[in-house]
């Protein structure tokens, strides 16, 4: 349980469904109801697709590139840092799309496949964090966990964007980016947390 709740809580602080429900909104605005629940849909279907693609592939691209996980966990969490710092600061994250893709997107017809599914859902950041959090599970109980974990992040992610303009007209704007802030501390956090055991975990390694 334990695991659940830590794998979740990373999960849920980096894909962050109440900030990314700003972008939604503002890219869905033109669609029908009925258009934008079927974005909604697509995108977060395909986000965790793209998630457990890289949850049962993680390992092998690490071995592959002779990449050990505590490197990855270093990396990971100054990329996570970076994030929790935009959005801390109440900013669109520049890990996962800039405010230029964003406009350029708005007459795309595809949309829940870039930027929404990726990289919005599904950046580097989240990428990052899934292969770490695999690679932490001691066995394969706790790697179904984190499978677990992508599935009800995604689930919650498709009931905000579902009802993502109810969630905007109640919350507003300013209590959507105090929500986001209070996710920022949170992943900031975390990312200490993810450098600090991947430092101690290679020192050790050299013993």
Same mark, same amino acid.
Request: glycine share 6%; with cysteine; net charge neutral.
């Given at each position: 349980?334990?695991?659940?709740?830590?794998?979740?809580?990373?999960?849920?602080?980096?894909?962050?469904?109440?900030?990314?429900?700003?972008?939604?909104?503002?890219?869905?605005?033109?669609?029908?109801?009925?258009?934008?629940?079927?974005?909604?849909?697509?995108?977060?279907?395909?986000?965790?697709?793209?998630?457990?693609?890289?949850?049962?592939?993680?390992?092998?691209?690490?071995?592959?590139?002779?990449?050990? +996980?505590?490197?990855?966990?270093?990396?990971? %969490?100054? &990329?996570? !840092?970076?994030?929790?710092?935009?959005?801390? @600061? #109440?900013?669109?994250?520049?890990?996962?799309?800039?405010?230029?893709?964003?406009?350029?997107?708005?007459?795309?017809?595809?949309?829940?496949?870039?930027?929404?599914?990726?990289?919005?859902?599904?950046?580097?950041?989240?990428?990052?964090?899934?292969?770490?959090?695999?690679?932490?599970?001691?066995?394969?109980?706790?790697?179904?966990?984190?499978?677990?974990?992508?599935?009800?992040?995604?689930?919650?992610?498709?009931?905000?964007?579902?009802?993502?303009?109810? +969630?905007?007209?109640?919350?507003?704007?300013? %209590?959507? &980016?105090? !929500?986001?802030?209070?996710?920022?501390?949170? @992943? #900031?956090?975390?990312?200490?947390?993810?450098?600090?055991?991947?430092?101690?975990?290679?020192?050790?390694?050299?013993?």
């Amino acid at each position: 349980m334990a695991f659940l709740i830590y794998a979740f809580s990373t999960l849920f602080a980096i894909v962050s469904p109440v900030g990314g429900v700003v972008t939604f909104v503002s890219l869905t605005s033109d669609m029908t109801r009925d258009e934008k629940n079927e974005v909604a849909t697509k995108s977060v279907v395909l986000a965790c697709i793209i998630a457990f693609i890289f949850a049962l592939t993680g390992k092998m691209i690490l071995n592959f590139f002779g990449i050990s +996980i505590d490197s990855l966990r270093v990396a990971g %969490g100054i &990329l996570l !840092f970076v994030v929790a710092f935009d959005m801390i @600061l #109440a900013k669109v994250s520049r890990e996962s799309i800039t405010e230029k893709e964003i406009d350029k997107s708005m007459d795309r017809s595809d949309i829940w496949i870039f930027p929404i599914a990726l990289p919005l859902l599904t950046g580097p950041g989240t990428i990052t964090t899934i292969i770490v959090l695999m690679g932490s599970a001691l066995s394969i109980f706790q790697n179904m966990i984190v499978m677990l974990a992508i599935i009800l992040t995604f689930a919650i992610t498709w009931v905000f964007f579902h009802f993502s303009r109810r +969630i905007y007209k109640f919350l507003g704007y300013t %209590g959507m &980016l105090v !929500f986001t802030r209070l996710m920022g501390l949170l @992943l #900031a956090a975390m990312a200490v947390n993810f450098v600090a055991v991947g430092i101690w975990n290679i020192y050790t390694s050299f013993q």
